[in-house]
């Protein structure tokens, strides 16, 4: 940051201070105190319509819309004077006059602005006695769905779709009362970024189709997470229902994804849901593969590996501290380790710099690379005649069984199990992404923490306790009780990770040492039409 | 007003003297009537003259608000390495007014010149005369009138061969109000749709294109050649009543009267003469009730108000009500005052670009609640929600359209209550049958 002026003003009886050109609105959130809004979003230009965050501004002879008045020096701001709450009494009272108040039926009850204020600061009842204004629902095509009736006009939507998106696809029809969102001729909501109009939208006009009458917002747990669905490692927070995932919606990261994640990744969940499961630790005995108790299925994967040279087929969807322990095992008897990842088309949001649904479809390549794991096409190509194969969440997807048969013994370590593992001496159930803590590394060396959403099945264990329990079974110190644990032994043995904690890394994250200098990612303009 | 005009003999005829002539629409035509000398003059003048004499002048804008016309000249900066830009608002829409459409039917000319003068003033190389889209006929002439400076030299890369460039384009809107509103008119000359931009930044620091920009009302640039021919002085003894108030002003009369049209008087000239001898006084047999002085979004006056008022900016707010557009709507006994506000509530609700929340869902609030005491359903409870919307519209949006439907609403039920509770109590208005003459 260039040395900004600072300016000093008072909001609501606080001091604040803050570099010269911020807005009362976001001074006020530095101070703790939120001003009602509804059109403005930091990341998007101001537009300044709604008039919901009017406040008085001590000398002006009229209220001021504090997301488009910056601060001045000395100003004195009053956000719940009689004359502001009043204002937005007022505002809240014509936002609902032809608002449906259908909440009961509405996805968006619960988490819903309109809601949040009304009850707020809003009026009891309403004076209104007229008719009110009736439009059909229309599907705007991708995952959107458009209810006029609930719609307050704040354009968002629009603005998304314009400044950030940079493919004008919205727009306001009509004038007057009778305004409403249109959609432009020949066009529909399926650009890859078009889904995060429905996070915008501050009431339930606009809707997902997949998240449709699946739940209501009270009954969901939220957790932070990363979107493990390609290299970009958006900031997420997992939603689940009943031990289902149920959505993913982005969780603002200024030096990630700002506000918003690409509609792949967030509709992309279901994986995470797999009902055909290893749910228990099995060895294999004479009749085939027989489930165990953990201790025996531990003691029979060390047997298998011990002194031998071992073959890592890794799943570049692993946490670093897995990987990590993983490169272990590989040292203990000279072996190696590869992994492959699915790639699709790249697909930038242009509004954001360095923000894309990437190409390399998975969470961890580069902790992957950085680990010492081979990027490769062909997975087992390195698998030597006699090595143990260890498949360590890796699908074996479209793999033949002749190509396993050249290790000399498989254990497999993950979440389903592989058909073309069916000669596996052992398995060790681990829980997928979803079902455990852990770190992973971002395409620009971003390390961020994501936590556990939902109950791993069965037996299950997450995968950094069954490769800790396993390499002490052979005899390594590594003795783990917490994922952070294992993070800072990686932290003392990588140079690439050293200073980092899970503490310091927080919810935000932290680049690697040696990571690429990203500078930080410019908010869009964010300037007045 | 039919033609061939003849001006009331206390008119002061100085913008409207060549109306009916329909020879002083071409240029040979306008320059046989002094026209263009003024230009030229200007061209041979510095900028900051021509600012100083008509800030001299005490000219005032005449599109509504009277905002002193030279300052706003004074604040486009030259030498900014920024191009300016003239904006000429003849998008004229409210209600009542029709001023600016006889200047430009009748002399098309004159606005080329008060355009060219104003851009050379500001600095600006080009002028931009965004019209109403409606105005078919007023568009004609000044196609023909810009299409003739042009080939005349007038006007172009080389102004009256001073080597000066003043550019004029003539911009059709497409026939909404809310373009009136400069902002939007900036929005809306640059191909986006007609909303009204959050000030500031004001035009003159980012205007059209961003870029710094002044915007004057029609008769306001017609002004400015009068007054650089006869000097600011001239212009400032124009006045009867408050030195603030100078020049001369175009009334456009309209409802009922005798003699509705378009008439020219010095400001502070009595709003009561005017009505009853300029305009001829009520039709046959009926009474004035109300009038509304400067189109559809001022304050209504009672007849006792304007009786007393002298026309001038502040001759007017004294009066209860604002000089405006200068859009004069009489209202006589014969007119049920609940149907006239609602029919303006609708104008304002129908014309509301729709942004602003207390504007959009307030207008068409606003619209159903007067209709429905107009048709005798509604009740005295209504009276004071029609206020506190009133309230709510009132200063809290970008532009003033919300304000400008709450006035009349307001202003109505203050001074006309016994009619609204007529209604509301039943009794139906009996208007004055009486024979029209």
Not at chain 1, 235 to 255: G, L, S, Y
Request: proline share 6%.
């Amino acid at each position: 940051m260039v040395d900004a002026k600072i300016v000093n003003l008072t909001i609501e009886g606080r001091s604040v201070s803050v570099p010269e050109g911020t807005t009362i609105l976001e001074a006020a959130k530095t101070a703790g105190i939120l001003i009602p809004h509804y059109c403005y979003h930091p990341g998007l230009p101001i537009a300044g319509v709604c008039r919901m965050c009017l406040v008085e501004v001590e000398k002006a002879p009229k209220l001021a819309p504090s997301c488009a008045t910056t601060v001045a020096e000395g100003q004195v701001v009053r956000v719940h004077s009689e004359k502001s709450l009043d204002a937005r009494k007022g505002v809240l009272e014509m936002l609902l006059i032809n608002h449906p108040l259908d909440c009961p039926i509405c996805d968006q009850s619960g988490e819903c602005e309109l809601q949040d204020y009304t009850y707020q600061e809003g009026r009891n009842d309403s004076r209104y006695r007229e008719p009110k204004r009736f439009n059909p629902a229309e599907d705007f095509g991708g995952d959107v769905i458009y209810v006029p009736n609930r719609c307050i006009l704040c354009t968002r939507c629009v603005r998304f779709m314009d400044d950030v998106a940079h493919e004008p696809t919205l727009n306001v029809s009509e004038r007057g009362d009778r305004a409403l969102i249109g959609k432009f001729e020949g066009k529909d909501m399926t650009h890859p970024w078009a889904a995060n109009v429905v996070d915008l939208c501050p009431v339930g006009a606009l809707l997902s189709k997949d998240f449709l009458n699946k739940a209501r917002a009270w009954e969901l747990d939220r957790t932070a997470s990363i979107c493990p669905n390609c290299t970009q490692g958006c900031n997420v927070i997992m939603e689940t229902r009943e031990n289902q995932v149920v959505r993913m919606r982005p969780r603002p990261n200024e030096n990630v994804n700002a506000f918003f994640m690409c509609d792949w990744g967030r509709l992309n969940y279901r994986w995470m849901n797999e009902k055909s499961r290893a749910e228990h630790p099995m060895v294999r005995g004479k009749n085939g593969l027989v489930a165990t108790n953990w201790e025996a299925a531990i003691s029979a994967a060390a047997r298998v590996l011990n002194g031998k040279k071992a073959f890592i087929a890794a799943s570049p969807m692993l946490s670093n501290e897995s990987l990590f322990l993983l490169t272990q095992l590989m040292q203990a008897g000279g072996g190696s380790g590869t992994f492959r990842v699915t790639e699709g088309e790249e697909a930038p949001l242009p509004g954001v710099e360095d923000l894309a649904l990437r190409r390399e479809r998975a969470a961890n390549v580069y902790g992957a690379e950085k680990l010492g794991f081979k990027k490769t096409k062909d997975l087992l190509g390195g698998l030597g005649q006699g090595d143990v194969l260890v498949i360590a969440g890796e699908d074996l997807a479209g793999i033949d069984a002749s190509a396993v048969a050249r290790a000399g013994d498989v254990i497999v370590i993950s979440s389903v199990l592989p058909e073309a593992a069916g000669k596996a001496s052992v398995v060790l159930p681990i829980a997928n992404f979803s079902e455990e803590e852990g770190t992973v590394t971002n395409l620009r060396g971003r390390v961020q923490r994501f936590t556990q959403a939902r109950q791993a099945p069965g037996e299950t264990r997450p995968s950094w306790l069954v490769l800790g329990d396993l390499l002490g079974a052979m005899g390594k110190q590594a003795n783990f009780f917490l994922p952070s644990e294992v993070f800072a032994k990686l932290a003392t043995s990588n140079p690439s990770f050293a200073g980092l904690s899970y503490d310091s890394l927080g919810f935000r994250g932290l680049p690697l040492v040696d990571a690429p200098p990203t500078g930080p990612k410019a908010p869009i303009a964010v300037a007045a039409r | 007003m039919g033609y061939p005009h003849h001006p009331h003999p206390r008119e002061t005829t100085v913008l409207s003297k060549h109306f009916g002539e329909a020879d002083a629409r071409t240029l040979d035509g306008w320059k046989k009537r002094g026209g263009y000398k003024a230009l030229e003059k200007a061209l041979g003048m510095q900028p900051v003259d021509i600012v100083n004499v008509v800030k001299e002048s005490g000219l005032r804008g005449r599109g509504g608000a009277g905002f002193p016309t030279g300052l706003k000249w004074s604040f486009m900066k030259p030498g900014d390495g920024k191009p300016h830009y003239l904006c000429c608002n003849a998008d004229e829409s409210e209600p009542g007014t029709f001023k600016d459409r006889e200047l430009m039917r009748w002399t098309p000319h004159a606005l080329v010149e008060g355009c060219a003068i104003g851009a050379y003033a500001i600095g600006a190389e080009t002028a931009y005369v965004y019209i109403r889209g409606e105005f078919t006929e007023p568009l004609h002439w000044m196609e023909q009138a810009v299409k003739e400076a042009y080939a005349a030299g007038i006007i172009g890369k080389n102004a009256m061969g001073t080597g000066k460039r003043i550019d004029v384009h003539v911009h059709r809107g497409a026939g909404a109000y809310i373009c009136g509103e400069e902002t939007a008119l900036m929005e809306s000359l640059e191909g986006r749709r007609g909303n009204p931009r959050i000030k500031p930044p004001f035009p003159a620091v980012s205007g059209v294109f961003g870029k710094p920009t002044t915007i004057n009302n029609v008769e306001t640039l017609i002004a400015a050649a009068p007054i650089l021919m006869n000097g600011g002085d001239w212009y400032k003894k124009m006045s009867l009543s408050n030195p603030k108030s100078t020049g001369t002003k175009l009334f456009s009369v309209c409802g009922n009267v005798q003699r509705p049209g378009t008439y020219e008087v010095v400001m502070g000239f009595p709003f009561k003469e005017f009505l009853y001898d300029l305009c001829g006084g009520p039709l046959h047999g009926r009474k004035f009730k109300a009038v509304i002085p400067g189109g559809a979004s001022v304050p209504i006056q009672t007849m006792e108000e304007a009786e007393g008022t002298l026309m001038d900016y502040e001759g007017f707010v004294a009066g209860g009500s604002m000089l405006g557009s200068g859009g004069v709507i009489v209202i006589d006994d014969a007119q049920p005052m609940v149907t006239v506000i609602a029919r303006l509530a609708r104008f304002f609700a129908h014309e509301s670009c729709g942004q602003c929340t207390q504007c959009r869902e307030g207008t068409a609030w606003t619209t159903k609640i007067v209709e429905r005491i107009r048709d005798g359903e509604g009740t005295i409870e209504d009276l004071d929600t029609l206020l506190d919307i009133a309230e709510q519209m009132t200063g809290k949006t970008i532009c003033v359209l919300s304000d400008s439907c709450a006035v009349p609403v307001v202003s109505g039920i203050k001074k006309f209550r016994g009619e609204f509770e007529a209604l509301i109590q039943g009794r139906r208005f009996h208007p004055v049958t009486a024979a029209v003459a």
